[in-house]
């Protein structure tokens, strides 16, 4: 039995699984997860290599997994998948050609670019043209895109053998249904990251990536119910007892996100409708942890009439002595299925299996492999020539050519070490650079967009002659209620008497971006000219998207 490693680096989490494979069954033999703190993983990059580092390290620990042989998993909006027709080829004049002609198929230059292909229809009409031609799926992945992950595994003492992009994984762990049984869509709803990819009959047809997910639900919650984190997503989780008043507040604070979350997947979903004619969703499964949140398949859904269910990355599995509880091993379930898909890479047919794991890096080890064979076999000869003496001048003089180019195949591989040092090093300050920047803007207020919100809810009849506004200068800790990111000092006059004071508290109240508003000094003339001084806090929702812009 053949042993595989899937490894699935999320935003919140790093996760393997590890599947033996034979020709009659595929067991799941180890699994096991270990949380990361947020900003180590951005929109699918690992951002801080060193803290996977960790993570990986304490996943290995933990799982006591078998190998430091893994196949990898990426995925974000550096990340590529296309269909295309191209001229009928072999694989090896197809590779060549893809290297100058992808350029229509992948928005990035090709040098930056590590690509695999695989062939859906081969020796068919398949552009209408009467020509031999085929259909091909390809897979790019942008350099930087790995750069992250390989320097964390690197730094974990692992390996992967193969980089394998996650949304297709996601397809491997749910066997395709009937051709005949219509479109399904697969919806893997992460931390940070939500993929949407639609199948037909097996074959992918669509895959996007939108960078929101459930951190957005527990942003909602804690911004409205003033909680840390961490409190907000046990909250969303429903981690409190039954009935508890505390979980209605959680699920009222995050509708608004709920909504919004939904409406994104559906409209990536409407986009593939409106560009496939006749095509129509019929199946949507769905998984990942946010995707347990009350009431977010629903949304999901929307008006859709289609067959919903919850992917289940170990039904078609024989599950090992896994070490895990009911309780955890129904967590898993929610939060395995890609790094099941990356194990199960190992088990496709060599004709459909795709890396995109850099030429160089490959290059390398096979480098170092014959630097290793190249030094065993002239440690053997140099001791058959002790044995024979002098009479084997010759061969000694053929081993010690193997010498000379065995040295200069590791001084080849040296140099190309330093290379990717010095590489390396340019990427870590780039990154500094990028994270003095985010720092900079983390309380960054959106000062156009309040007034703009502020306009919008306040009643007819009413002005703002004068205002003042401000920003704090320090943010609550962690667990702390805090005042807000800045407050806002309006006089307000207008018509309308006493009504028309509690008009303008409704609609700022309403106002998600404002928080803690009040109202004094109210003059009322007998004409019903109404004059008063108001105040209000910002929340944490009035600030800008600019640092998150620069982490894209």
Wanted: glycine content about 10%; hydrophobic content about 45%; aromatic content about 4%.
């Amino acid at each position: 039995m053949e042993n595989s490693i899937g490894l699935d680096i999320g935003s919140s989490a790093v996760r393997a699984a590890e599947i033996g494979i034979d020709r009659n069954q595929r067991r799941l033999c180890r699994f096991a997860q270990v949380g990361l703190p947020p900003g180590a993983v951005i929109d699918g990059e690992v951002v801080n290599p060193g803290v996977v580092a960790e993570g990986l390290k304490r996943l290995w620990a933990e799982g006591g997994f078998s190998s430091n042989k893994v196949v990898l998993g990426v995925s974000g909006h550096r990340l590529f998948i296309r269909q295309a027709d191209v001229p009928a080829l072999n694989d090896a004049d197809l590779r060549s050609a893809l290297k100058f002609d992808a350029q229509e198929l992948i928005p990035i230059p090709m040098e930056d670019a590590t690509f695999d292909f695989q062939v859906l229809d081969r020796d068919g009409d398949t552009d209408g043209s009467g020509r031999s031609s085929m259909r091909i799926l390809i897979v790019a992945a942008h350099r930087e895109l790995l750069r992250g992950h390989m320097v964390a595994l690197q730094a974990a003492g692992l390996e992967a053998t193969a980089i394998d992009a996650s949304p297709l994984a996601l397809m491997r762990v749910v066997p395709p249904t009937d051709p005949e049984s219509g479109v399904e869509a697969l919806v893997a709803i992460g931390a940070e990251l939500t993929t949407v990819a639609v199948r037909q009959g097996g074959t992918p047809r669509f895959i996007r990536s939108l960078a929101v997910g459930g951190s957005k639900l527990t942003a909602g919650i804690a911004n409205a119910m003033h909680v840390d984190a961490t409190v907000a997503e046990s909250l969303k989780r429903g981690f409190a007892p039954a009935g508890a008043p505390q979980l209605a507040q959680a699920r009222k604070a995050m509708t608004t996100e709920l909504r919004d979350l939904g409406e994104d997947v559906r409209a990536t979903m409407d986009f593939f409708v409106s560009q496939a004619e006749g095509a129509r969703i019929d199946h949507l499964l769905v998984t990942g942890g946010a995707a347990q949140t009350e009431g977010l398949v629903e949304q999901l859904a929307g008006g859709l009439v289609v067959d919903i269910r919850r992917i289940d990355p170990f039904a078609n599995l024989v599950l090992g002595d896994l070490g895990l509880d009911a309780d955890s091993l129904n967590r898993a379930r929610a939060t395995a299925a890609t790094a099941v898909g990356l194990a199960l890479w190992a088990a496709e047919p060599p004709a459909r299996r795709m890396s995109v794991l850099p030429g160089d890096v490959a290059a390398a080890r096979r480098t170092r492999r014959l630097a290793a064979v190249a030094a065993a076999g002239v440690a053997g000869v140099a001791g058959l020539l002790v044995v024979a003496g002098g009479a084997e001048l010759l061969a000694t003089h053929e081993a010690r050519n193997q010498v000379h180019s065995a040295q200069a195949q590791v001084a080849l591989l040296n140099s190309q070490v330093a290379k990717l040092k010095a590489e390396t090093a340019i990427h870590d300050k780039v990154l500094k650079r990028r994270t003095m920047v985010q720092s900079a803007l983390k309380d960054d207020v959106d000062w156009v967009r309040v007034i703009k919100e502020i306009q919008g809810v306040t009643p007819s009849g009413l002005s703002t002659p004068t205002f003042t506004a401000s920003r704090a200068t320090t943010s609550g800790g962690a667990g702390t209620a805090s005042s807000g990111v800045g407050s806002l000092t309006f006089t307000v006059t207008g018509s309308g008497g006493l009504p028309a004071v509690a008009a303008w508290l409704d609609g700022l109240q309403s106002d998600h971006s404002l928080q803690g508003t009040w109202v004094s000094g109210i003059s009322v003339s007998p004409s019903g000219v109404v004059s008063f001084s108001s105040s209000t806090n910002l929340s944490t929702q009035a600030h800008s998207n600019r640092a998150q812009a620069v982490s894209k």
